[in-house]
């Protein structure tokens, strides 16, 4: 069982963890972090962000200049080039939450989208999944 894996840890556990893996991002990035902070408000979330050595030097910029302070964020940015597989499971090992989610770049989330999802997974312990519809928008 997951759910007791996480009992004897020392540190704070949230809720969820938001994986996000950042190559040539910038032009969607800044609007994508305030949407999660937006649409975390209600949830003890933390998003991982994991640059993956990415060319467009903006991407790490937009971190350190707007974001460095905020407590919800945590920012790695690695030294080689990784895909954006390896970027999520970099961004598990360094999570602390009971549920994960990974959170592209260039998507938006509705307002209460992960809260929604993690109640789901709270009130039915025989759900292993909880995920959501999709719309293009352009």
């Not at 971190?63 to 945590?74: A, E, L, M, R, V």
Request: proline fraction near 1%; glycine fraction near 2%; aromatic fraction near 12%.
């Amino acid at each position: 069982n997951s759910r007791g894996l996480f009992i004897y840890m020392d540190t704070i556990m949230h809720k969820l963890a938001l994986l996000v893996s950042i190559y040539n991002s910038s032009q969607w990035i800044e609007q994508r972090l305030k949407n999660l902070i937006e649409s975390t408000q209600n949830i003890d979330a933390e998003i991982i962000c994991v640059n993956a050595n990415s060319e467009d030097k903006l991407d790490h910029d937009i971190f350190i200049n707007q974001y460095s302070d905020n407590p919800k964020i945590k920012y790695y940015k690695l030294s080689e080039r990784i895909g954006i597989y390896d970027a999520w499971n970099f961004a598990i090992r360094e999570s602390n939450s009971e549920y994960l989610s990974n959170a592209n770049t260039d998507d938006i989330s509705g307002r209460d989208l992960y809260s929604k999802l993690t109640n789901i997974l709270d009130n039915d312990k025989s759900a292993g999944v909880s995920y959501c519809s999709w719309y293009t928008i352009s």
